[in-house]
């Protein structure tokens, strides 16, 4: 079935509906925040995955798309869906298999002129630090009872055993740990994958940048979140790795078989899902939430390496701090306004970011002024965003797009492009890169994706969050 | 008889593999899916036992796949052959022929339901089409 403009409904310049007349099995509305211009270019496939979504049972309001919205599987990426609390159902695809993949950004006290003698050494010093896990995971491999620390305790439990800071607790989402991770609903195979890979970066889009705050649109929260011009700061792009890919798959092959008997029909098995409220929901949502703690400890445990890294090439004073760490592969209960009243509601966002506005008592007491860090990585060697949530995101259950968004696939990508050409124009324009091979840098070229800058305008004209700083990179470390 | 073709997708690695049985087509979709996000070898050769049930066909591709990345990860490597002891529509017993994993270009994060369909054609050509999460 293919989607065109008459079957939209302008709601204003930002936003546009397909109405549930669309099609018979929609169950409510879908709903996407982007220009026209982005919306011609957004693929159908990506509108229909969308329209799928809309058949869940116990999706509240609408079905969302985000401006960098692209076809994935299941969902489309950027997709997100608030189910009722607790019939609504859970979904493992609408979360992902890279369970809290995320992104997160160290401040350092330099600017741009005091790191550019020494950036070569940083951008080494950090890729031998951290690798990328999959040739081979990091020396150490942990046991399997500390594997499960790190499941049920997340950042705080290393935090504790003397890894970071107390700072790197309050400034991640949910302070790095949910609390309903369960071990014992993680499977043997799922833990035995992440045993090696605690503090690894991955493959694909994943990545560490040291950019520097080119440009800076609101004074008084930049202020407020630390930064300045010209500042050098840290990027981390990574999620759940192997353990999350397989609890993911272990949860698909649960739930696939079960949902007819909850009288639930979907028009792709990728959707597959069960109510929240019963077993199989239940061990996911325990499961998935473990899963995640281990995401932000992968993450926590870069930055630990990363900060190593930068105190041996700097010194023992230079440090990183934490602006935030969030999470865009992610199913959360979280209480939203509905109809004038506050419901629990099981939010999905899959390839998007929580963006909380001023006030909510979700995030830290430093930042509640103005509301949450977002962060929208761009793609490699492109700029990316800081921004800060607002009220007007109230009715996309205040999120916002995870990046730029593909709009590429990686084989056509690698036949526009040869990688030793993308290392080229990124040396041009002055970023240094590490890789270790040249493998996969073609499928990230910046051409594969949809341009940054247009996204985050879309996403401050539409009132999902406002634009704070630019951040452009000096050098990008690859994982593979 | 080509063994696979990728298939156009945005964000993810597609293929359509081929078979003249069932047997063929499973080891053509495996080795789609290596090649496809380009696993490379050592020369060592390895031998490992695989056995999978699952509920039908579909469901018995994406298992066998999903175990043999769960293999390839744990034990670094990546398999170019199967020596099958038994397969129908829901089991699978077999030896997976590999070497050691020396670098992949992007790995694989899941095999997914998504537009899976495996048919046979009028030819008697078996075909798979599967989605890879990368």
Redesign the interface.
């Given at each position: 079935m293919m989607i065109s403009k008459k079957d939209f409904i302008k709601i204003n310049n930002w936003l546009w509906e397909i109405p549930k007349s669309f099609r018979e099995d929609m169950k409510v509305p879908v709903r996407i925040y982007i220009s026209e211009k982005m919306l011609q270019e957004t693929?159908d496939?990506?509108l229909i995955q969308l329209v799928n979504t809309t058949t869940m049972p116990g999706m509240v309001k609408y079905a969302i798309g985000m401006p960098d919205i692209?076809?994935?599987?299941?969902p489309p990426?950027g997709g997100v869906g608030a189910m009722k609390y607790p019939e609504g159902v859970i979904s493992p695809?609408f979360v992902?298999?890279?369970e809290n993949c995320g992104c997160r950004l160290l401040l350092s006290d330099y600017s741009e002129k005091e790191i550019k003698p020494y950036l070569n050494e940083l951008a080494t010093e950090i890729q031998k630090e951290v690798p990328s896990g999959?040739?081979?995971g990091r020396k150490v491999q942990l046991s399997i009872g500390q594997i499960n620390k790190i499941l049920e305790g997340g950042v705080p439990k290393l935090v504790e055993q003397g890894y970071g800071e107390k700072e790197d607790i309050e400034n991640c989402e949910e302070n790095g740990k949910m609390p309903d991770a369960d071990t014992s609903c993680v499977s043997e195979?799922a833990k035995?994958?992440g045993r090696d890979q605690v503090g690894t970066l991955?493959?694909?889009n994943h990545f560490i940048e040291i950019q520097k705050v080119d440009e800076i649109f609101d004074e008084r929260v930049a202020k407020i979140f630390g930064l300045f011009k010209d500042q050098v700061v840290v990027m981390i792009h990574t999620g759940s790795r192997?353990l999350g890919?397989?609890n993911?798959?272990d949860y698909?092959?649960i739930v696939?078989?079960v949902y007819p008997k909850y009288g639930i029909k979907l028009p792709?098995?990728?959707l597959?899902c069960v109510p929240f409220d019963s077993s199989e929901g239940q061990r996911f949502f325990r499961a998935m939430s473990a899963a995640c703690n281990y995401a932000w400890s992968n993450r926590h445990m870069i930055t630990h390496y990363t900060r190593k890294a930068w105190k041996y090439v700097l010194g023992e004073r230079a440090d990183l701090k934490l602006l935030y760490d969030v999470a865009h592969n992610i199913a959360k209960i979280e209480e939203h306004e509905v109809g004038g009243q506050k419901m629990k509601l099981i939010v999905h966002r899959k390839g998007a970011t929580r963006a909380f506005p001023p006030g909510h008592p979700e995030i830290p007491e430093k930042y509640k002024e103005v509301g949450q860090p977002v962060l929208i990585p761009g793609s490699m060697g492109t700029a990316s965003y800081i921004c800060v949530g607002t009220e007007q995101s109230k009715e996309a259950w205040y999120t916002v797009n995870h990046g730029a968004g593909?709009?590429?696939?990686?084989?056509?990508a690698m036949r526009a492009i040869r990688g030793e050409e993308v290392v080229r124009r990124l040396k041009e324009k002055g970023i240094l890169i590490k890789c270790?091979?040249m493998?996969?840098i073609a499928?990230e070229a910046p051409l594969a994706y949809k341009n940054v800058d247009e996204v985050v305008e879309v996403v401050h004209k539409a009132g999902l969050s406002k634009k704070v700083a630019k951040l452009v990179p000096l050098a990008v470390i690859k994982g593979? | 008889m080509e063994k696979y073709k990728?298939l156009?997708?945005?964000?993810?690695?597609k293929i359509r593999a081929f078979g003249k049985n069932k047997k063929e087509l499973f080891l053509n979709v495996m080795i789609g899916m290596f090649e496809g996000a380009?696993y490379e070898k050592e020369e060592e050769e390895i031998k490992r036992e695989i056995k999978v049930s699952s509920?039908d066909l579909s469901?018995l591709l994406?298992?066998f796949l999903?175990e043999i990345?769960?293999f390839c990860?744990?034990n670094?490597e990546v398999y170019h052959n199967i020596k099958f002891k038994k397969m129908t529509d829901k089991n699978i017993e077999g030896i997976l022929i590999g070497k050691k994993?020396?670098?992949?270009?992007?790995?694989i994060?899941?095999?997914?339901?998504?537009?899976?369909d495996i048919s046979q054609r009028k030819d008697g050509i078996w075909q798979a089409i599967i989605?890879f999460?990368?």
């Open positions: 693929e496939e990506a692209h076809s994935g599987y299941g990426i695809g992902g298999y890279d999959l040739g081979k195979r035995n994958r991955g493959s694909g192997g890919h397989q993911c798959t698909l092959r696939i078989p792709d098995k990728e597959a593909r709009t590429m696939s990686r084989h056509a270790r091979s493998r996969g499928e593979e | 990728i156009e997708h945005i964000s993810d690695l380009k509920k469901s994406v298992d999903s990345l769960y990860e744990t670094r994993l020396k670098r992949m270009g992007v790995q994060k899941g095999v997914t339901y998504h537009d899976l989605l999460d990368i």
